[in-house]
């Protein structure tokens, strides 16, 4: 047998290192989410805990569900930027780590959508690119970085920004818009500003009218007022559990020109107002709940009045449009109406 021979450096030269392989593409997406998230952290309501990432881009912070598609893209964008391809198994493998630190490492935090209520004091969440929230106090209101609020805001698919509130603006232009009495005028104006608070049972308002009454204007108009979003106007949810998810992605859900309403979607109408709780078995488990719990205001509109049963201890709005010759179907006078009013009357008290 012969014995092995022993390679040794010339004398006066280092040995040569061995070369180290680069990280791979799992490894170095996870450094890098890593190092761009300014923290981990998690909300817990009803069910297990979801894991969320903050992470400031353009000067300010933003907060990301991490099961989302946003926050795949946002690791998109940093392997992009870093020619690091990753497969679909590795981006479930980095998110699985980043939520298993959210949830066990990570601080808990409460999580709205659009308005938290905190008793003495409000935060209203303009959705807008800089994440500026709106604080209202009994000494005033003023528009502050989200990262500064005690509360963190999530944004579903849809929510668009509310604009900047104006200090002294007017509501006479509602006036203009909104096909009712004065009276009727002040029930409506008051039920927005009833939207930008939380406290117990939330408020349903129901416009009825005949065609050309602008009834889906006055709707449309109050959901840019208090909850813009892309889909403005709904129609009738197909089962309770498509109304809970459609309730649990925005802070006003509208209802629009349904002709009739079953029962059961009127009690869950009720329900929600109060306060709902909805469950079902969780998908691809066998004994599991998956829990939505929700409280929102609606607005529904119909040509003849489909709410019949009572509300519970919601409160119910009864609003009538009388005809009109000069606002319509598809009018758009909403246009003239500054999004922003309602919200500065709320602010102002």
Aim: some cysteine; proline content about 6%.
């Amino acid at each position: 047998m012969t014995a092995s021979k022993k390679v040794t450096a010339p004398a006066g030269q280092a040995p040569a290192l061995k070369k180290q392989k680069p990280p791979s593409p799992k490894v170095a997406a996870l450094a890098m989410a890593r190092a761009s998230a300014t923290e981990l952290w998690h909300a817990k309501e009803d069910g297990p805990a979801t894991g969320y990432l903050s992470h400031e881009r353009n000067g300010h912070t933003e907060h990301v569900e991490l099961r989302t598609t946003t926050a795949t893209q946002w690791l998109g964008s940093l392997t992009f930027s870093s020619g690091v391809v990753l497969s679909r198994a590795d981006i479930e493998s980095v998110m699985d780590h980043l939520e298993a630190h959210a949830i066990h490492s990570g601080q808990r935090y409460p999580v709205y959508v659009r308005v938290a209520d905190l008793g003495d004091v409000v935060y209203l969440d303009l959705a807008n690119e800089a994440w500026e929230v709106v604080r209202v106090t009994a000494k005033g209101w003023e528009i502050i970085p989200g990262g500064e609020a005690p509360v963190r805001f999530r944004r579903p698919n849809g929510t668009e920004a509310l604009p900047i509130p104006e200090r002294g603006g007017s509501l006479s232009g509602y006036s203009e818009v909104v096909n009712t009495s004065p009276a009727g005028l002040s029930l409506y104006i008051a039920f927005l500003v009833s939207c930008l608070v939380d406290r117990g049972a939330q408020a349903i308002l129901n416009l009825t009218g005949l065609q050309g009454s602008a009834k889906s204007t006055a709707t449309r108009l109050g959901q840019r007022s208090v909850d813009p979003r892309r889909a403005m106007l709904r129609g009738r949810p197909r089962s309770e559990q498509d109304f809970c998810v459609a309730a649990l992605n925005c802070h006003l859900l509208t209802l629009d020109n349904l002709s009739s309403i079953s029962s059961d979607l009127s009690d869950t109408m009720a329900r929600t107002a109060t306060g709902l709780a909805f469950t079902t078995r969780t998908l691809y488990s066998n004994g599991e709940e998956f829990i939505i719990s929700v409280r929102r205001p609606q607005i529904l509109n119909s040509i003849t009045d489909v709410v019949h049963r009572p509300a519970g201890d919601a409160g119910l709005l009864e609003l009538r449009h009388p005809p009109v010759g000069g606002l319509g179907a598809g009018h758009r006078g909403d246009r003239l109406v500054h999004p922003g009013a309602v919200g500065a009357a709320a602010l102002r008290g």
